[in-house]
């Protein structure tokens, strides 16, 4: 398959963000070429939490959380050392995995004859005044009028991020578990948030039942424990006894937990770096907030909304674009980042411990500022 093509529109990434943006270009009668790495649906890194923004988006690319199976929660309750404390969510959430979600979106990407191609990795980028050029390897070098860069948290050779500023000393670690019915049923509508030290873990069911542990953790933590995810896991839950009961009897389902290293939290592309007009940067590619306040996918859904919305318009002016993101969501990753810091270390979480406890409802409006404002999502909902 080896040689040169010229495509008007090429999105790199099949994400969220990536497979969103070929969704509405595709229901406005544009083909674009997706490129994918991955084979098939696999497994991500992800607490699988779904705001109500990001289920906004999701129906409106007619995706129905229902018929994947999607969870409901709607409290949360956060454990901390012996202690517990319990609120209700201003909005129902749900639980779905990245590995059947991410699958509905290509799919409906397909329906709408966007052409995907899988297991085609984008190797390097050359960015020109005119056009995009991507070594896919075996696949070819692809000339790309317009590109989408919808890779997610890792950089790609050419068009690497500057990323000063951003905390990059966490893992995130991921598993799936069969819980015992007794504690299924302990947990089911809630989202438990587990703080222990030097790190954060989230807890909740997805589709048939099963329950997502999601965690970040600093890397001198995971040393401490000998790199090892058993001896961590036994010091988090020696921490957290609430968390122990949890997983009594519990059965993994994956032989090693997922993980993914040197997460740059707090990123937001300066959209005043000169680059092409043609070179759009979406989700984790222009953003990335700290997973604390289970934000990330909706500002992907919002990026890709937005991205498509604003070329279909105005067509090559990725330059409006990354600024009207930036705008958008500069201070919920600000601010995501202030409590990533407290939801790390002894004071600030006692702080959060507390402040959920006694003020609930000044904790809602806090976490109502990490959220995309129902402007921004209007202005990317319409389309020309
Ligand atoms: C520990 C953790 C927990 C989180 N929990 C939540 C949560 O509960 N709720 C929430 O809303 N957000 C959460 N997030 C954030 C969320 O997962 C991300 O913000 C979101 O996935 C970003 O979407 P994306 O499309 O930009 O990237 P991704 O979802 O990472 O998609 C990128 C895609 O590009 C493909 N790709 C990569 N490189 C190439 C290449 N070179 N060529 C071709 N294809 C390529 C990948 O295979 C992948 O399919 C969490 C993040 C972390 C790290």
Redesign the pocket.
Known sequence: MSGHRSEEVVI?????????TACVLGRKGRSPLL????SGP?H????????IE?QTYLARLSIDLDALGASRISRLRLYHREMQTEVDLPFLARGLS?KVL?EALLEKAISHGVRVMRG????SITAEENANWID?GPFGNVRAETLFL?????D?RGVKRSASGSIND?I???MHYRLSTQQRAALDGAIEVILFSEGYA?LQLIEDGVANL???VSQERFEQAGKNWSSLIERITRECPLLADRLRDAQAIFDKPLS?FQ?P?GFVHDPTLVEPQGLFR?????G??P?F????????LH??HLAASMFLRHGCTSADFHRKMASDIQRQVRLAFLLNKAARFGPGQAALFHLCQTWPSLMRQVAAFTRIREGSMQSALVLP
């Open positions: 790199v990434g099949g994400g969220l963000a990536g497979a969103s490129l994918e790495r991955d696999r991500k890194v992800c607490g699988e939490f779904l705001s990001a990245r991410d085609v990795t984008a190797r896919a919808a890779s997610g948290k890792h790609l966490l995130g670690f991921k989230g999601c965690l970040v993914i997460i939290y979406l989700g984790d590619q222009m990335v907030i997973s306040t289970g934000e990330g996918m909706s500002m992907a990026s890709g």
